[in-house]
């Protein structure tokens, strides 16, 4: 199997993030494997050696700059990418194939073959900062090939937290199956700047989200996502479940929004029970909903992140 090939372009240092944040720093990286370019962005505080290293998976609509490092002018808080790095880590976020400023292939790609992307970026980044492992977080479809990523290199991975993680009953889940012939035929899709939106409000109050955020993750999802793949519904919608708790053998924290429609308690529950390792959380955050890390409830959530990562085994 060939070796990713390596390539590093450090950017511009970015201004603290509020008043008694630390300065934090910003590089691109680009992987490349078998022809199929990935990139990911990374951030931290300082210097980035000697850091516990998180990689940040998306999920099935936008890359992980965009998911994971939205920049809102009136409202700081908001960069789960920026939190993370303020609290000592060395935060990457990946694009899968298919995703953001990675190789676009003109046919459907699969889930297996997104976790081989993971797979590369982490192998990229042990080798880059000398680690041996890595914390990984997936949020919704990444908790698809992050799982199956887990399940295939435990040896790489420390802790591990899957959030909004579907299951074959999810109301979500249900609402695509009718458009199952869509994503068959077309590899990709065109979605307008307002459509969006509507993540933030699916089964989600208004109230649990604040305007500026929605408009501005909308307008960085447009920008990007000029053409956006079906592949991640086509799987999801057909082979779901995934992932078998059954082989996650690391520490591993569940957490949902209070208002998910793709991640319950009835249908996580039982994949909870069958995690093998004693070292497991399953956290409620309130004020939130899929689009956890972007809504109100959004300050919880990094807290619960940071501290699971930070705990003893």
Request: aromatic share 10%.
């Amino acid at each position: 199997m060939a070796r990713p090939s390596l390539a590093l372009a450090i950017l511009v240092v970015a201004a603290p993030v509020g008043a008694a944040a630390p300065q934090i720093s910003s590089a691109e990286h680009s992987v490349e494997k078998d022809g199929v370019k990935i990139y990911v962005w990374e951030k931290y505080a300082g210097s980035p050696q000697g850091k516990t290293i998180v990689v940040l998976a998306h999920g099935s609509a936008t890359a992980g700059k965009e998911s994971f490092d939205l920049q809102v002018p009136t409202k700081g808080s908001y960069s789960l990418m920026d939190f993370l790095a303020g609290e000592g880590f060395d935060v990457f976020a990946l694009d899968t194939r298919g995703f953001g400023r990675s190789t676009h292939p003109e046919t459907h790609f699969t889930t297996q073959e997104a976790s081989e992307d993971l797979n590369s970026a982490v192998d990229y980044v042990i080798k880059l900062r000398g680690a041996k492992k890595v914390d990984l977080l997936g949020w919704s479809w990444g908790t698809q090939y992050g799982g199956m990523f887990v399940m295939a290199h435990p040896e790489k991975v420390d802790k591990y937290v899957s959030y909004a993680q579907m299951h074959v009953d999810s109301a979500d889940i249900a609402k695509r199956r009718p458009r199952l012939d869509t994503f068959r035929k077309n590899p990709y899709i065109n979605i307008p700047q307002a459509a969006w939106k509507g993540r933030f409000y699916s089964l989600t109050p208004a109230e649990a989200n604040e305007p500026e955020v929605v408009d501005a993750y909308a307008k960085a999802a447009f920008e990007v996502e000029k053409k956006t793949a079906t592949s991640p519904q086509l799987d999801m919608v057909t082979i779901l479940p995934m992932v078998n708790a059954r082989f996650i053998p690391v520490p591993t924290l569940l957490i949902q929004g209070q208002y998910d429609d793709v991640a319950d308690l009835d249908g996580l529950l039982p994949f909870f029970r069958q995690l093998p390792r004693p070292h497991k959380r399953y956290v409620v955050v309130p004020n939130a909903g899929h689009m956890m890390h972007l809504q109100k409830g959004h300050l919880v959530f990094q807290r619960e992140v940071a501290g699971f990562f930070k705990s003893d085994d």
